[in-house]
């Protein structure tokens, strides 16, 4: 029997429902603690905007995975890590990603940027959060201070006008769940 991704995708959602009742999350992430603190690291190295990029991340996860408790269940896989970076753009972000950007995070992270790929970010919640912050770092203006303005700058430059995704769903998404620092 030949193994096609689409049974890749049974397991894999066979093991979300499995464990979903002890609190597994998906895409490496093991607790909400964890991811906080992995936003807080990036954020402390690649900047806050004014305070509000690590609540951003954080927001952003929510309405792409519901916090790493929902997979990507499109029929391309198109979405990848927490926080759901599509293969081109990604590949394209990387290309733009300034040289000063390139050479903190090398220093800091020991990550190469040029090296990663999107489905690495499947994996690793750290990447996923680094590659966030790096889209957003390079997107134009300050991270807004109301959750309604950041839901607006989600749509806009992250989800895009191509996206499924509506501010009113990364609301809602993100209404039981409020981002605080660890």
């Known amino acids: 029997m030949k193994i096609t991704p689409v049974h890749y ?11 979903s009742k002890r609190g597994l999350m998906l895409y490496g992430l093991w607790s909400d ?30 309405a792409e995975t ?5 997979p990507d269940l499109s029929p391309t896989g198109a979405g990848h890590g927490i926080a759901q970076h599509d293969e081109f753009p990604f590949e394209d972000m990387k ?9 903190i995070v090398k220093h800091e992270f020991g990550v190469i940027t040029d090296s990663v790929s999107v489905q690495e970010l499947n994996y690793s919640v750290f990447l996923s959060v680094l590659f966030t912050r790096i889209k957003y770092k390079m997107t134009p203006g300050a991270v807004p201070e109301t959750i309604e303005g950041r839901a607006a700058y989600w749509k806009k430059w992250y989800n895009s006008t191509l996206g499924k995704g509506t501010p009113e769903h990364y609301l809602k998404s993100n209404q039981k769940r409020p981002y605080e620092l660890v």
């Open 33 to 62: 603690k964890e991811l906080r603190a992995k936003i807080k690291r990036v954020c402390d190295v690649l900047g806050h905007s004014s305070g509000y990029a690590p609540h951003l991340i954080y927001e952003t996860i929510g």
């Open 66 to 70: 519901n916090f790493g408790k929902t």
């Open 95 to 103: 290309r733009r990603i300034p040289q000063s950007i390139k050479d």
């Open 9 to 19: 995708l049974i397991g894999f959602i066979a093991l979300a429902v499995m464990y």
